[in-house]
C-alpha cells in the first residue's frame, strides 16, 4: 500500500476529529459563548448541513485544480475555520467556524478517497479506500475523547488549538508524502462532471448509503441515554463501552475493505442484514447487558464500517472522480441527519426503545436498494 494512501488517513482524521469535538465539549461550549446547550447542539447540525450542501460546491470549485494543490488549499481553509472557533467570542463566529470547517471536510473525503484510488491498482482499491477511512474510525476512537480530554482539563479553545496543530501536521505530511499527481487525462468540466448523476442506478446507489449511516445514527446518536437508562450502566462505564464500539469499527472497515473489490454487493447485503438482527435485538435485549453490549459490538462491526464496499459501489456506478466521491459523501452525512434527527421523533413518540427499532427499518430498506443490483455479475470498471 503507498504511504501518501496513510498520509490521507491522518488528514482524514483531523477533520473528523473537529467534526465531533463539539459533541464532547458541549457545557463548556454553552458557557464560554453564553449560550445554551440546545444551541450548541446546533452547531453540530450546521457542521453536518455544511459539509452535505456546501461541500459538493467547493469540490466544483477546485475540479481544475490539481489533488495534491486541492488537498492543500483544504487544508488550508480547514485550518482557517478551527483557528476561528479558538478565537471565537460569541455564538454566531463559532457558527461560522463550523461552517467553514464542514465545508472543507467535506470536499476534502472527496478528493482525498479519489487520489487514493489513483494511487493504487484496481484489485487493491478496496483495501485502500478502507486504510484512508480508517482515519474517520479513528477519528472516532481517539480523536473525540482526545479532544474531549484536552478541552476538560485546558478549556474549549485548547481543544480547538489541539485539532489546528493535527491538521498542520497532516499538511505538512502531505506536503511532502502525497505525490504530485497531474488531474486525470479523462476529467472534464463542470457539465461533463454532472452527466454521470444522470444515471439511475447512482442515485439507488447512493440511498443505499444514505440508510446504512442512517440505520447506524438511529442508534449510535442515543447510546448514551440507551445505555445509561435502559440497560442500566453507570455513566463513567459508556465511555469504555464507546471505546470498544470504536474498536469494533476498525476492525469491521479493515475486513470490509479486504473484500470491498471482488464482493461489494454481497457485502453491503450482509452488512444490512446483520445490522438489522442487531439493531433489533438490541431493542428487544436493551434491558440485559450482556446482549446489549454483544450488539453494540455487532453494530459497530457492521454498521460504518460499510464505507469501503459503498465507496466501491457508488465508484463502479458513476466514476471514482472528486466531484461523485463528494456527493456520496454528502449523501452518507445526510444519512447521520435522518438518523439523529428521526431518531429524536421517535423517542420522543414512543421512548429511547423506538430508535434501535428505527434503525433496524432503515437497514430493511437499505437491503431493498439492493434488490436491482442482485442477479448482476461484478460491474465493469467506471472511469477512474
Known amino acids: 500500500m503507498p504511504r501518501a494512501v496513510y498520509v490521507l488517513a491522518l488528514g482524514i482524521f483531523a477533520m473528523v476529529t473537529s467534526e465531533f469535538v463539539v459533541a ?3 457545557p463548556r461550549l454553552a458557557d464560554g459563548l453564553d449560550a445554551t446547550v440546545p444551541q450548541v447542539g446546533y452547531l453540530i447540525t450546521a ?11 467547493l469540490t466544483v470549485a477546485l475540479l481544475r485544480v490539481t489533488p495534491k494543490n486541492a488537498l492543500l488549499l483544504l487544508f488550508a481553509v480547514f485550518l482557517a475555520g478551527n483557528v476561528l472557533a479558538a478565537t471565537a467570542t460569541d455564538y454566531a463566529t463559532m ?8 465545508v472543507a471536510s467535506q470536499a476534502f473525503f472527496g478528493v482525498a478517497i479519489s487520489l487514493a484510488v489513483r494511487l493504487t491498482r484496481a484489485e487493491t482499491r478496496g483495501r485502500a479506500i478502507a486504510v484512508v477511512m480508517n482515519g474517520l474510525m479513528l ?16 478549556g474549549w479553545r485548547a481543544a480547538f488549538w ?4 493535527i491538521a498542520v501536521v497532516a499538511a505538512a505530511t502531505t506536503l511532502v508524502g502525497v505525490p504530485a499527481l497531474a488531474r486525470a487525462e479523462e476529467e472534464g468540466g463542470f457539465r461533463q462532471e454532472l452527466g454521470v448523476f444522470r444515471r439511475p442506478r447512482l442515485w439507488l446507489a447512493l440511498s443505499t448509503s444514505t440508510l446504512i449511516i442512517g440505520a447506524t445514527f438511529a442508534a449510535f446518536s442515543y447510546l448514551n441515554p440507551i445505555l445509561t437508562e435502559l440497560t442500566g450502566f453507570a455513566t463513567g462505564t459508556v465511555p469504555l463501552l464507546l471505546i470498544a464500539y470504536g474498536a469494533a469499527t476498525v476492525v469491521g472497515n479493515t475486513v470490509v475493505g479486504r473484500l470491498a473489490d471482488r464482493h461489494a454487493v454481497p457485502v453491503l447485503a450482509a452488512g444490512l442484514g446483520l445490522n438489522a438482527v442487531f439493531l433489533a435485538g438490541f431493542a428487544l435485549l436493551a434491558e440485559v447487558p450482556v446482549a446489549a453490549v454483544a450488539f453494540l459490538l455487532g453494530v459497530g462491526l457492521v454498521g460504518v464500517t460499510m464505507n469501503p464496499a459503498m465507496v466501491t459501489r457508488v465508484q463502479r456506478t458513476g466514476n471514482a472522480r472528486p466531484l461523485v466521491n463528494t456527493v456520496h459523501s454528502s449523501f452518507i452525512t445526510l ?5 439523529s434527527s428521526l431518531g429524536a421523533l421517535a423517542i420522543d413518540a414512543w421512548g429511547l426503545r423506538a430508535t434501535l427499532w428505527l434503525g433496524a427499518a432503515m437497514a430493511v430498506l437499505g437491503l431493498l436498494t439492493l434488490l436491482p443490483d442482485a442477479g448482476r455479475r461484478r460491474p465493469e470498471e467506471a472511469p477512474m
Open 95 to 102: 457558527l461560522v467556524a463550523r461552517i467553514v470547517t464542514g
Open 139 to 154: 477519528g472516532t476512537l481517539l480523536g473525540l475523547p482526545l479532544s474531549t480530554l484536552v478541552g476538560e482539563r485546558f
Open 47 to 57: 457542521f453536518a448541513v455544511a459539509m452535505a450542501v456546501g461541500g459538493p460546491f
Open 24 to 26: 464532547g465539549l458541549m
Open 335 to 339: 444519512g447521520v441527519i435522518l438518523g
Open 162 to 165: 489541539v485539532i489546528s496543530a
